[in-house]
């Protein structure tokens, strides 16, 4: 197999390049990022040095840069994209230009070059709030509410019109809001780790009882992969754990583990367009062979650990331009929070 992971610098791209260098030992890989803020070649230490992984810096939204890298590849797979809600709620212009646009330019390429396989990773935001108790299935309507889940949709439908249209072989999977090594600490759980190991306030959006399925980030690769092995082409899957959670119960989860002082939580203004709960049925997905590996007891005990044992890692990530958008989502919040 010869595979194109877009996005792999990222945080679900570099674990997943670690997942398929193990899962088809005799594959090679060249991983296409641009290196945005939340790529990092740090996130491929120990890898970039494997004979059978090459590196190009591009960006999905460039035709000749895509058109010159796809050829002599048998599969794709698209993480690259913009992907923090608060991002979108504050820039969409980035969200819809990377995550539709770059992914049509992928598409084209794909389409003119014969791949066998092009796996477009999305998101379970795309379907929207889901009322409790119901889980939806792929066929369910998509109804995004955020710039970034409106943009992930954009995608999907692109994907496949794809597939559709010109018969390019294509694959979706919408996973559940995943955690684990790697992730750039903007997302809720990096965030609040890295906040606990430094003492600094926890800024819970509204009453924080809103609902998330929580997808170590092993779990969702392993999940891509059984997908590209063996789904059937023009399908979607939904990968999630099952593994239901409050943010509230989640941010004390990660204050026991840390040892932090529960007094650093606030509640702050919510974040517009909020969806209370993402749930979804991946029996589809099963079906296929997938199994959860991990519990979220044992994948947020690894998760706290590892951004303890890599404080280099996210430091130099929080010192430098994150300070920006730290300020710009977060100041005003915590100086008008409430305990
Ligand atoms: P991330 O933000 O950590 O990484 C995105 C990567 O894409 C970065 O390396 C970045 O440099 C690269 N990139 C961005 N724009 C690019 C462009 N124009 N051209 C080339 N590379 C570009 O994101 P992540 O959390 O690893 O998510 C990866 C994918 O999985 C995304 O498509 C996201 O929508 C999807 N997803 C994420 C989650 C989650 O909880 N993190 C859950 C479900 C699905
Ligand atoms: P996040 O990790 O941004 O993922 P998503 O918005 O894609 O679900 O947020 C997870 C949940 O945590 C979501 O309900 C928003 C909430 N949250 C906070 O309460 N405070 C924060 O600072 C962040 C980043 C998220």
Redesign the pocket.
Known sequence: MKLLV?????????NFVRHALTRWPGSSITV?????????LE?LEGVLDDPRVTFVQ????SPSSVSAAVPRHSHII???????VDRSILEPD?FV???IE?TRILLEAAKGANVERYLQ?????VYGHIPAPQRINEDGPLRPRSP?AAS?AGGDLLVNAYHATYNVPTLV???????GP???PE?LIPLFITNCLEHLPLPVYGDGMQARDW?FVKD?CNGIGTVLERGQLGETYN?GASHEWLNRDVVDAILERSGADPSLVRHVHDRPGHDRRYALDTSKARALGWTIETTFEDGLAQTVDWYEDHRDWWKRIKEGSFKDFYAAQYDRRLAESLP
């Open positions: 877009a996005g792999g610098a990222g945080f679900i791209g570099s296409f990022d641009k290196l945005t803020y939340a790529g990092n996130n591009g960006d999905i939204c698209n993480f690259a994209a913009e992907s923090h980035a230009k990377t995550d770059g990773v999305s998101t379970d935001e970034y992930k999977t919408r996973g559940a809001n995943t955690y790697y992730q750039y997302k997808l969702h990968l």
